[in-house]
């Protein structure tokens, strides 16, 4: 029997020790002398501390100190200039810096503690005068003053093609839209903390919520001035993170600062609240100019983007690159700006850019087939295209075609009748939408090591991160497969500061990056075994080639004669009691990057409107993804299910609530920001269609964190107009707009 460990739907390896609770967070690290830190935020958005008290807090027995700006030691922010790893253009929020207020809810100080309830109390007897600044925060009011940065992190608008302007003017048929959504919160089961650990030696252990360890690793080097071995950053487990832990955040270098002052260990875990206090989905407003032939053909598209910034940093995401992959149109014009306001940076959230990006695509494009009299799916596949516009490039593969036929025949499209409000189920307007979408498949640099023990246990491990993904898992299956071990003899090892270089785990692109590293110093261990298999008395192998072997089920066999074999076990007995340890630094295959590389998906929804209430049920989604090879089914498709659940909440319920005279979030906690619970998901199908694609990586996987959060959104909102021949343009589609 083979132990094909590849497209096995594998339970997860880290499962057991997640649901007994064994599995520990980086606010749940216990060590002897721990002080808690709880941090003050401003009630300004704009101006200057003119006088802070912290008399009162720290008259109480058991508070050991707090840190403002005044007594803050001035060898931190040494490193003006430095960038954490997922930093935009400007200059990075530093906390404690100054007296200068730059946002609502910025921390001003943070009380430690002997314990968590006395940091708390003494946080709240922080006495802080304020000279407030006229805020502004008022995104419609400022998009005329939107400006074109200098530097696009993500999302540079590609250079028009075609005439657009005269393409639009001679269309037959024309559709214009604008589209907006306002601030979205991440809100990960964990919030954010940091577990510093003062050792005896001045050197630190961090333990930190992050989406990668060498990130807060450099990031407390440079805010410190400190050495790179006196700091250890460990973090095994994320409780989701989404983008929210692509940067450090303020917690992390409160409690740096406050374990180094106090020579203590010295843990801070943000509320709820305060999770809305940095970093969020940036309000868009988009608007659309489209125009097609009578029959159908796109012949013109025009995009402009409006987005919200902070003062200090141009943040911007991938919104205009996606009629360039999604639609073959000859002419086309794109535009991105920023519109600059006193709220703290936008942070890359699930899909940032292809969320909403796609989501106005995707509704103006229902909305111009609905002119045109076409089926949403006979005009995207009128409209498809063989290549990437953007860029003038192949793809390295596209089963797009797939994923809305295995859809749309799941689904039962074919009896949808295409007359809004034509389809009715007592008080219930039933409506069916689709939408398509697209995410990047990259793949970056990264190391991993291998160490065979002379017993054959694998371990393997990279400085990479599993926020809830299934890196532990996959990882593992792939190290299992390329050496033809069981499972139970591999050890996956991630998030320590002290393993092999890894990127972030963000952008869909862990499997592809982590992944290849991974299966490639596996390959270093099989040459290395087959070297020793060679050696073993009276060896099969002797004249074998590399190219002509196969590792399976703990045998190092011959690909056509399977009884030519030794053992794995037997190759080891070669090395004389010693284990066989690898380490491999893998990178993107030259030409990759001559293709786009995508994975797609195609969502068709079912959702039933209550004509007397508005209220908008999700009652039925399938969603079709192409997305080069699944590793693991069941992992991947929970990844899908996760998606579809935040498109609802995108679509029906995500709406953080600015006011404008506070220059505040209003809605910062579960109670008023509102996202999917069970009740609100009903029958959700996933299909994974066939793909092969030798170009995205070596494994031929694209990634799958994002591709299921794109079409959504879009096919809901399109699902809702069919249901009720009302288009909302604005998220979320509450009952509101329906009535
Ligand atoms: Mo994600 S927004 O790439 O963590």
Redesign the pocket.
């Known amino acids: 029997m083979k132990t094909d460990q590849i497209g096995k739907p594998t339970n997860r390896v880290d499962g057991r020790l997640k649901v007994t609770g064994e599995a520990k967070y980086a606010g749940e690290f216990n060590v002897p002398n721990l002080a808690y830190g709880v941090v003050v935020n401003s009630a300004i958005a704009k101006g200057k501390i003119k006088k802070i008290d912290t008399s009162k807090a720290l008259e109480l027995n058991g508070v050991l100190e707090v840190f403002t700006h005044e007594n803050r030691p001035g060898y931190v922010w040494f490193d003006k200039n430095y960038k954490d790893m997922d930093a935009p253009p400007g200059s990075p929020f530093r906390p404690l810096y100054d007296n200068e207020v730059k946002f609502s809810m910025q921390p001003i100080a943070l009380a430690v503690a002997e314990t968590f309830e006395l940091a708390r109390y003494a946080a709240s007897l922080v006495q802080v005068e304020y000279e407030a600044a006229p805020h502004d925060t008022d995104f419609e009011a400022n998009i005329e003053r939107a400006y074109v940065p200098e530097e696009y992190n993500s999302g540079e608008p590609p250079e028009p093609w075609g005439k657009p302007d005269e393409a639009l003017a001679n269309a037959a048929v024309k559709l214009e839209g604008a589209y907006t959504h306002s601030s979205q919160h991440h809100n990960p089961m964990e919030m954010h903390a940091s577990t510093v650990v003062w050792e005896e030696d001045s050197k630190l252990t961090v333990y930190d919520k992050i989406?990668g360890v060498m990130n807060t690793h450099q990031y407390i080097i440079h805010a410190f001035s400190m050495q790179p071995e006196e700091v250890h950053v460990i973090s095994p487990f994320v409780g989701g993170?989404?983008?929210s832990g692509?940067r450090p955040q303020y917690q992390l270098f409160l409690a740096v600062l406050a374990a180094r002052e106090l020579k203590r260990s010295v843990r801070i875990t943000l509320t709820r609240q305060q999770m809305f206090s940095f970093g969020h989905r940036p309000k868009t407003a988009q608007r659309f100019s489209l125009g097609a032939s009578k029959d159908g053909k796109l012949e013109a598209l025009k995009q402009d983007v409006f987005a919200e910034t902070s003062r200090f940093e141009d943040y911007s995401e991938d919104v205009v690159i996606w009629p360039g992959v999604l639609y073959n149109v000859k002419n086309a014009k794109l535009t991105h700006k920023l519109v600059g306001l006193d709220v703290y940076t936008p942070l890359?959230?699930?899909?940032?850019g292809g969320t909403t990006g796609i989501f106005a695509l995707e509704c103006a494009m229902d909305e111009l087939a609905f002119k045109l009299g076409m089926d949403p799916i006979e005009f995207r596949l009128k409209n498809y295209s063989e290549k990437d516009q953007n860029e003038d490039k192949p793809f390295s593969s596209k089963e797009l075609r797939e994923c809305y036929r295995q859809g749309a025949e799941k689904f039962g499209w074919e009896k949808r009748n295409p007359e809004p409000r034509s389809m009715r189920e007592g008080h219930n307007l039933i409506g069916w939408g689709m939408a398509h979408g697209a995410w990047e498949a990259n793949q970056a640099e990264a190391s991993a090591k291998a160490v065979l023990e002379p017993d054959g246990k694998l371990t393997v491990s990279s400085a990479t991160a599993d926020?809830g993904t299934g890196t532990y898992t996959v990882m593992t299956q792939i190290a299992a497969e390329t050496l033809g071990l069981p499972l139970e003899d591999v050890i996956f090892k991630l998030g320590d500061s002290s393993l092999p270089d890894a990127p972030l785990?963000?952008?869909?692109k862990t499997v592809s990056t982590v992944g290849t590293a991974v299966k490639s110093v596996c390959n270093k261990v099989r040459e290395k075994l087959f070297e020793l298999a060679q050696q073993v008395a009276d060896s099969p192998l002797t004249h074998a080639k590399f190219v002509d072997i196969t590792f399976e089920d703990g045998q190092i066999r011959l690909k056509n004669d399977p009884f030519k074999a030794v053992s794995i076990a037997a190759a080891l007995n070669q090395n004389q009691g010693k284990a066989i340890e690898e380490e491999v630094s893998s990178k993107p295959a030259d030409g990759q990057s001559d293709y786009a590389r995508y994975a797609h998906s195609a969502t068709f929804v079912e959702v039933k409107v209550d004509e007397d209430l508005g209220t908008v049920k999700v009652t039925r989604v399938v969603s079709a993804i192409a997305g080069g090879r699944i590793i693991n089914p069941k992992t991947a498709r929970s990844q899908i299910l996760g998606g579809v659940v935040w498109g609802i909440g995108v679509a029906l319920e995500e709406d953080t609530v600015m006011d404008n005279n506070l220059g505040r979030f209003m809605n910062h906690d579960l109670d008023k920001y509102h996202i999917p619970v069970n009740a609100d998901v009903h029958d959700v199908e996933v299909i994974f269609v066939e793909e092969h694609d030798s170009i995205v990586n070596p494994l031929g996987a694209k990634g799958l964190?994002?591709i299921g959060i794109v079409s959504v959104a879009p096919a809901i909102a399109n699902a809702v107009f069919h249901a009720t021949g009302k288009r909302v343009r604005e998220l979320p589609i509450t009952l509101d707009k329906l009535l």
Do not use: V, Y
Not at 348 to 352: L, N, S
């Open positions: 989406q993170a989404f983008g692509l890359d959230m699930r899909a940032p926020i785990e963000g952008g869909s964190g994002e």
